[in-house]
């Protein structure tokens, strides 16, 4: 393989194939970016074989066909670092090998012929959606990417994509809390029971479409979800298995406050560094025309705050509950409203978020015990 080509299109392929790549020991070929040079393009690819990344850029100025497989951390350094100008890409002698100008760097390569095969998305339903919304849904909603390897409930290491009539909702949960994200979008062409994409797979395609400079094409088939942008591609496993009915869960509460988003927020990190595993919950105190925050914590401390700066009364009747403050504050730190809506009953039911600049977007934290 011997071919010429720009910085910025090789490192922006890079980052992409790098964010996929595997970090397994056990299977070192996971841990490279695999680069084929064809006569006219070089196509990069990755995979921890649950999701694959594959990217083909057309260029004129490749001597030689061949293939390499680096290893993908090294390379993402090396290009990182690169001079602003054109890189040389070489084999010489089993060595995948960088040279510039002044600068030639080789790295300690595998064989491409130990990657495996990155599935096509045959006969896929591809309908379109904005990277930008795409990434914003995921964003919000992915309450986290690291499940438990003895987790298998498709419900806790999956998230939910369905269409609820001219709308794409994304849904997670973790049991204790619960997020759903949705965009008006008139032809999703999903299954009537939706998909699961496994978390690790959702925040892969939420990167995808945070670097995606339009719309992102989405193709669905029995066991994979594909996702396309111009000469990118990435195509993830879905989880088999049935999403519960999460819409059972999200109590009507009719009884509430406003509160600013940025306040509410600081209040709760701040008394929240006095939790711990053991003592998880702060309380809050509702009343009508401020709340109390307090977390008190026999191994740590105590810290208590008031918020006596609502935007709109609570006009329920005034109560004490537990919830944790970390969960609470997560589900604030990604909205964009500056006042949200806090629907609250009593201490034995949820808290449910919502903001007015965040369309279709609610958030809901399960109470706790004293």
């Given at each position: 393989m011997q071919l010429t080509i720009p910085k910025q299109a090789l490192l922006r392929a890079v980052l992409a194939a790098e964010h996929v790549a595997a970090k397994d020991k056990n299977f070192p070929a996971l841990g490279g970016i695999r680069m084929e040079a064809g006569h006219q393009s070089l196509t990069i690819q990755a995979t921890d074989l649950d999701t694959g990344y594959a990217s083909v850029l057309t260029l004129e100025d490749i001597q030689e066909p061949g293939a390499a497989l680096p290893p993908a951390q090294q390379l993402k350094a090396v290009i990182m670092d690169w001079p602003e100008e054109d890189a040389r890409?070489?084999?010489?002698?089993?060595?995948?090998?960088?040279?510039?100008?002044?600068?030639?760097?080789?790295?300690?390569?595998?064989?491409?012929?130990?990657?495996?095969?990155?599935?096509?998305?045959?006969?896929?339903?591809?309908?379109k959606v904005p990277g930008v919304t795409l990434e914003t849904l995921l964003r919000q909603t992915l309450l986290s990417r690291r499940v438990p390897e003895s987790e298998s409930r498709p419900h806790m290491v999956g998230a939910h994509l369905a269409r609820d009539g001219e709308h794409l909702v994304i849904t997670t949960t973790d049991g204790c809390q619960l997020a759903r994200g949705s965009f008006p979008i008139q032809d999703a062409?999903?299954?009537?029971?939706?998909?699961?994409?496994?978390?690790?797979?959702?925040?892969?395609?939420?990167?995808?479409?945070?670097?995606?400079?339009?719309?992102?094409?989405?193709?669905?088939?029995?066991?994979?979800?594909?996702?396309?942008?111009?000469?990118?591609?990435?195509?993830?496993?879905?989880?088999?298995?049935?999403y519960p009915d999460t819409a059972r869960i999200i109590p009507v509460l009719d009884t509430g406050f406003a509160i600013n988003r940025f306040e509410f927020l600081a209040a709760l990190k701040r008394v929240g560094i006095l939790t711990s595993e053991k003592y998880q919950a702060a309380s809050l105190a509702l009343e009508h025309s401020r709340i109390t925050v307090t977390v008190d914590n026999p191994e740590l401390g105590s810290s208590s705050e008031t918020l006596d700066?609502?935007?709109?009364?609570?006009?329920?009747?005034?109560?004490?509950?537990?919830?944790?403050?970390?969960?609470?504050?997560?589900?604030?730190?990604?909205?964009?409203?500056?006042?949200?809506?806090?629907?609250?009953?009593?201490?034995?039911?949820?808290?449910?978020?919502?903001?007015?600049?965040?369309?279709g977007y609610l958030a809901l934290v399960m109470p706790m015990k004293r």
């Open positions: 890409l070489s084999v010489e002698n089993g060595f995948p090998t960088i040279t510039g100008e002044r600068t030639r760097t080789s790295l300690a390569g595998m064989d491409p012929e130990d990657f495996p095969e990155i599935p096509e998305p045959d006969q896929a339903d591809w309908f062409r999903l299954p009537e029971k939706g998909i699961i994409l496994h978390k690790t797979g959702a925040a892969k395609l939420m990167e995808f479409a945070k670097n995606a400079p339009g719309d992102v094409a989405l193709g669905v088939t029995s066991s994979h979800l594909s996702a396309e942008s111009q000469n990118e591609r990435l195509i993830s496993r879905l989880v088999q298995g049935d700066h609502l935007e709109s009364p609570f006009d329920g009747n005034p109560f004490t509950g537990c919830w944790n403050p970390h969960r609470l504050a997560r589900a604030l730190a990604v909205m964009t409203s500056e006042n949200v809506e806090v629907k609250a009953r009593d201490a034995a039911s949820p808290l449910v978020l919502s903001g007015e600049k965040d369309p």
